[in-house]
Structures are given as C-alpha cells and as structure tokens.
T-cell receptor
Framework: GENVEQHPSTLSVQEGDSAVIKCTYSDSASNYFPWYKQELGKRPQLIIDIRSNVGEKKDQRIAVTLNKTAKHFSLHITETQPEDSAVYFCAASRGEYGNKLVFGAGTILRVKS | GAVVSQHPSWVICKSGTSVKIECRSLDFQATTMFWYRQFPKQSLMLMATSNEGSKATYEQGVEKDKFLINHASLTLSTLTVTSAHPEDSSFYIC?????????????FGSGTRLTVV
C-alpha cells in the first residue's frame, strides 16, 4: 500500500522567512497530493493540492511542487506569519472516487515573531 | 460546499462501555466514508473504509469486532467503539470524497474526542 514520509517533524522559522516541508510517496499510481493545516483539536483544513499532471501550483504565499519521477512533493510557505504556526500534513491518494487518503507524519511549524 | 457533520464532538465513557460516533453528509451523498484515528501529536491513521450497502474494509491491525462500522444510507456512517478501554482514547475523525470528481477532494468531519476512564 501507499506510504507517505514527511520531513522535518518540527520546523522553526523567523517571521517573514520561508518554510519548506517535504514529502515522498511510494505508490506510483498516486496522483492527488493535498496539504492540510491542522490546529489543535480541529479538523484538517485543505490549504493547497496538486495533481500529477501539474508540476507546480501557487496560491498567494503558498506553493506546492511535485516531482512525479522522484515521487516527492513539497510545500513552500513564503513570508511566514505567526498565524501560520500549526501542524501541517501532506497526503497522497490515487485520486479516483473511493480511494483512501494516506497521510504523512506531520510537521509542527513554529513561526517566531 | 460539501459538509460532513460529526457527533458527538467529545465523549467521556467508562471502561467496558460502547460509544457510537455518527457522520452525516449534509448536502451530498457519501457512498464512501473513511474513518481515521489520531493520537496526540501523531498523524491521522486510517482505520477503515465504509461503503454504503456493503461491509467495511479495515486496515491491517484494526479489530473489526471492536470498531463496528455501519453505512446504512448514502448520508450516514457510524463507528461504534465496543468495550472501550483507556487505550482507545483518541481523536476520531471521518472523511468523505466531496464529490464524484477527484478534483472535489475530501471533506472532513469535525472530529470526536473520546476519553475512556
């Protein structure tokens, strides 16, 4: 089955700096890669996603890159703000209806002001 | 957009009792529902996949007789934790595909914090 590895487990950055979180996946049939932000005790919130026919996607300060050959994808947050502090999860799925979503271990991001 | 309503949001129960968690899709039909468990400071681990009108599929290591899943209609899936023990204390969260198109992504319930005392 699918296995998603995520690094780093914790990341501290200074406000205004960039943060990068990386994930690798094992199932070459996976083609949907979302990123979620989760605050304590809350449901995961989708912040950006990418599909295998796209190499990069950007939404304001957030971007995701995908290297399908190497089976890895990354989340980039620029101009970080204290409110970006949270746990971030990458995930992977084959993308068809009914296919399960497998999560990475998570990254605790701390933005210091 | 698609909404999954999950209840209760938190529950405290005594060891040995059973607890039922419900997830309802409010404005769409969810023929599939995924059930996750999340221990503190850990990731969401898939426990099982329920499909309307058929038996659930459990992930390796998850006891199907302990975690009973029922998906009796297109809008309701339930997870019952039977004979709960303190080690079952966790955050349980459901998720469903938001639509038939893969671009629709997944919708999550708000989660249930289960504490077994």
């Amino acid at each position: 089955g699918e296995n998603v590895e995520q690094h780093p487990s914790t990341l501290s950055v200074q406000e205004g700096d960039s943060a990068v979180i990386k994930c690798t996946y094992s199932d070459s049939a996976s083609n949907y890669f979302p990123w979620y932000k989760q605050e304590l005790g809350k449901r995961p919130q989708l912040i950006i996603d990418i599909r295998s026919n796209v190499g990069e996607k950007k939404d304001q300060r957030i971007a995701v890159t995908l290297n399908k050959t190497a089976k890895h994808f990354s989340l980039h947050i620029t101009e970080t703000q204290p409110e970006d502090s949270a746990v971030y999860f990458c995930a992977a799925s084959r993308g068809e209806y009914g296919n399960k979503l497998v999560f990475g271990a998570g990254t605790i991001l701390r933005v210091k002001s | 957009g698609a909404v999954v309503s999950q209840h209760p949001s938190w529950v405290i129960c005594k060891s040995g009792t059973s607890v039922k968690i419900e997830c309802r899709s409010l404005d769409f039909q969810a023929t599939t529902m995924f059930w996750y468990r999340q221990f503190p400071k850990q990731s969401l681990m898939l426990m099982a996949t329920s499909n309307e009108g058929s038996k659930a599929t459990y992930e390796q290591g998850v006891e199907k007789d302990k975690f009973l899943i029922n998906h009796a209609s297109l809008t309701l899936s339930t997870l019952t934790v039977t004979s709960a023990h303190p080690e079952d204390s966790s955050f349980y969260i459901c998720s469903a595909p938001s639509g038939q198109n893969p671009r629709d992504g997944y919708t999550f319930g708000s989660g249930t914090r289960l504490t077994v005392v």
